[in-house]
């Protein structure tokens, strides 16, 4: 059985302005904003995997490094899409969430997703600024992100899309389209990735 965060009810709500998932064969993908900070693999991948997660999720975590042997098996095939989906029984997610969203605007979205799961669940305001410090930014500026009201806004963005794609848990994965919920086999995974791989008229990696 797969392993999963349920999702109760939105936390935030904010605006959410709606483009295509654009990647090949994925006509029946969730539509969903791409934004190119946060996002593994080439933008012309023929697979799209869109992730749903949560900082603190263990199962999101324990997710993480099975979704970097995907990108290591099947280079320049897919392209892997973050999504923001803090559930409600996790009082530190969206904090987490804001502070990677403010990491991302200087230029270092990975590399404080990856801290944060490792450091999870610790995730207090100076823990946040102290992740933030480590990777060399500008903490004043990472401080004063943390209390704007826009990276809010596109954490309920994600959250918005996230129900209509009809997420409800996490992490929630769609690879062009195909819903995979909790932490499963990686064979799953592979599976999906070649399937796709053969719509889109891709061969896939050996």
Same mark, same amino acid.
């Given at each position: 059985?797969?392993?999963?965060?349920?999702?109760?009810?939105?936390?935030?709500? $904010?605006?959410?302005?709606? *483009?295509?998932?654009?990647?090949?064969g &994925?006509?029946?993908?969730?539509?969903?904003?791409?934004?190119?900070?946060?996002?593994r693999?080439?933008? !012309?991948?023929?697979?799209?995997?869109?992730?749903?997660?949560?900082?603190?999720?263990?199962?999101?975590?324990?997710?993480?490094?099975?979704? $970097?042997?995907?990108?290591?098996?099947?280079p $320049?095939?897919?392209?892997?899409?973050?999504?923001?989906?803090?559930?409600?029984?996790?009082?530190?997610?969206?904090?987490? &969430? #804001?502070?990677?969203?403010?990491?991302?605007?200087? $230029?270092?979205?990975?590399?404080?997703?990856?801290? #944060?799961f490792?450091?999870?669940?610790?995730?207090?305001?100076?823990?946040l600024?102290?992740?933030?410090r480590?990777?060399?930014?500008?903490?004043?500026?990472?401080d004063?992100? #943390?209390?704007?009201?826009?990276?809010?806004?596109?954490? &309920?963005?994600?959250?918005?899309?996230?129900?209509?794609?009809?997420?409800?848990?996490?992490?929630?994965?769609?690879? !062009?389209?195909?819903?995979?919920?909790g932490?499963?086999?990686?064979?799953?995974?592979?599976? *999906?990735?070649?399937?796709?791989?053969?719509? *889109?008229? &891709?061969?896939?990696?050996?």
């Amino acid at each position: 059985m797969a392993r999963l965060g349920v999702y109760t009810r939105a936390t935030l709500i $904010g605006l959410l302005l709606l *483009a295509g998932a654009g990647a090949a064969g &994925a006509a029946d993908a969730p539509r969903a904003i791409i934004d190119p900070g946060r996002t593994r693999g080439p933008a !012309n991948a023929p697979v799209t995997i869109l992730e749903w997660s949560d900082f603190q999720c263990p199962f999101c975590r324990e997710a993480q490094p099975v979704l $970097g042997r995907l990108l290591a098996e099947f280079p $320049g095939k897919v392209r892997l899409v973050f999504k923001d989906f803090p559930l409600r029984s996790h009082e530190m997610a969206v904090p987490a &969430a #804001l502070a990677a969203r403010c990491a991302g605007a200087q $230029g270092r979205f990975w590399e404080y997703h990856d801290m #944060l799961f490792l450091a999870q669940p610790a995730f207090e305001r100076d823990a946040l600024t102290a992740y933030a410090r480590r990777l060399g930014l500008d903490t004043a500026r990472f401080d004063d992100c #943390l209390d704007r009201a826009v990276p809010r806004d596109d954490v &309920a963005a994600d959250q918005r899309e996230g129900r209509e794609a009809g997420v409800r848990a996490t992490p929630t994965f769609f690879v !062009n389209g195909r819903k995979i919920e909790g932490v499963v086999p990686i064979e799953e995974f592979r599976d *999906a990735i070649r399937s796709a791989l053969r719509e *889109a008229g &891709a061969a896939p990696a050996r």
